[in-house]
Structures are given as structure tokens and as C-alpha cells.
């Protein structure tokens, strides 16, 4: 669904600003067990009563996991010294990643201090249907990301159209009509996409282990419903995008 992580052009020259205009899409990428239904743990040649074995299975599970968060949370930073992202939309993203590795790490210390293999089997359970850390929280954390990294970008172009209608109003006459084509577009690009990043965003908070576990079915739904919504606010901003450089070089002609 999303490509890899790309920077759309700076755009720069008559227009009088240059600006960073953001990423459009993000590596989504997820390792290959993302999507994996529970595991069966007997088919991992641990024996009825080889509590060991189990322990050292669910040990291997929960270090992936961890791994894969830590991850995650590499990449909000990144993002939000790049200012692709604002304070608290990382904020919120990183106490996120820090509930699900404080809750994997207590499970770890259970799961660890078993005695029988019956109860190290059920720890091991609950780390799939508990947490689901591919299956839910991942994904869902990526979209989240996503749409953050979104939202600064509609806001960075929104907060240009002032500069854009001065550069406008004094553009030579023969150019006019042409610039505000575009900037009628440009506008109504932008206009679209506000709705649709907040509809999406509040689909997230939906997005939860329970959801999943209970309601297959309406979770699926919604995140079909999340995965067009992100298709479409890419394609407006693009669009937009396409506008501004438009504009920009319809200005530095001379």
C-alpha cells in the first residue's frame, strides 16, 4: 500500500519561499511473521512438560517483538527531529511503544519464573492474543505515523496560501488566469484532505487487541476504510504538490 519513504522536491525561486514539503509516504514495511495468526506453541517441539523449551520459545518471541518496537520508535524520532512530525503527535507515539514494551517485559519476568510448562504456554499465548503486536499495534502505529507526517504537510501548504496569493497579485496579467487555475486547484486539494486525515485518525483509537480478538470482522472493516482514506489524502496532497510547482515555475518564467 505505501511506497518507500520518499521526499517530495523543495520547491524554491520567484515564489519568495522554499519549503520542505514534507513526506508523502512512509515505509510501512513489517517483518515477515506482521500478519501471523496465533501460534501454535506445541508445534514447536517443546514436549508436554519441557517447561524450558517453552520458556526459551516465548523468550525469542517477546525479544522480536521488542526489537521491532524499538524500531518504531527509532523512526518517530527521526521524523520528528526532521520536523515531519510535532511534539505530541511523537509523544504520544512513543508512550504507545513504551506501554507495549513495559507490558511485553512484564510478561517475560512471568513467563520466565514458570514452573510448569501448562502456565509457561499460556504466558506464551498472551503474547499474541494479548498484545498483537504485529497483527494490531505495529500497523496501526505506522498509520498513526503516517498521518501525522500528513497533517504537518497539509498544514505547511495551508500556511503558504498567503504568500501564494501575493506572488500572485503582482504576476504579470498574461499569467494570471493559468496561476489561479492551479491555485483554485491547489486549494481545493487541500480543502479535501483536512476531513479525511481527521476521519482517519479517529478510526485509530478503534484499533485495539480486544477490537481485534472480538469483532474480526469490524475491525477488518475499519481498517480497510483507513487504508482508501490514506490513498486518497496522499493522492490530494500530491496533487497539490503538482499545483505549487506549477505555480513556482509559471513565476520564474519571465
Do not use: W
Request: charged share 30%.
Amino acid at each position: 500500500m505505501i511506497s518507500p519513504m520518499q521526499f517530495v522536491r523543495r520547491f524554491s525561486g520567484r515564489v519568495g519561499f522554499a519549503v520542505g514539503l514534507g513526506v508523502l509516504s512512509l515505509s510501512m514495511a513489517l517483518p515477515a511473521q506482521a500478519f501471523a495468526a496465533t501460534m501454535n506453541v506445541d508445534a514447536q517441539k517443546c514436549g508436554a512438560k519441557d517447561v524450558k523449551c517453552v520458556i526459551a520459545f516465548g523468550d525469542q518471541r517477546i525479544t522480536e517483538r521488542l526489537t521491532d518496537l524499538s524500531a518504531l520508535d527509532t523512526k518517530v524520532q527521526t521524523l520528528q527531529q526532521k520536523k515531519h512530525i510535532g511534539e505530541d503527535e511523537a509523544e504520544a507515539l512513543k508512550n504507545d511503544v513504551s506501554t507495549n514494551k513495559n507490558g511485553l517485559n512484564t510478561l517475560k519476568s512471568k513467563l520466565d519464573a514458570e514452573s510448569e510448562a501448562q502456565a509457561a504456554r499460556q504466558d506464551v499465548k498472551n503474547i499474541y492474543e494479548q498484545f498483537r503486536i504485529y497483527a494490531v499495534v505495529l500497523p496501526r502505529d505506522e498509520h498513526r505515523l503516517h498521518l501525522d507526517v500528513e497533517k504537518t504537510l497539509d498544514d505547511k501548504l495551508t500556511d503558504m496560501k498567503t504568500k501564494i496569493e501575493a506572488r500572485i497579485d503582482k504576476a504579470p496579467t498574461d499569467k494570471k488566469d493559468q496561476l489561479n487555475s492551479l491555485y483554485n486547484d491547489y486549494k481545493a486539494q487541500l480543502a479535501a484532505v483536512t476531513p479525511l486525515i481527521e476521519g482517519a485518525k479517529a478510526i485509530l483509537p478503534n484499533m485495539t487487541p480486544t477490537s481485534f480478538n472480538t469483532n474480526r470482522g469490524a475491525y477488518e472493516g475499519q481498517l480497510n476504510t483507513l487504508k482508501s482514506d490514506e490513498k486518497t489524502i496522499q493522492s490530494d496532497l500530491q496533487k497539490a504538490a503538482s499545483d505549487l510547482k506549477q505555480i513556482n515555475q509559471l513565476l520564474k518564467k519571465k
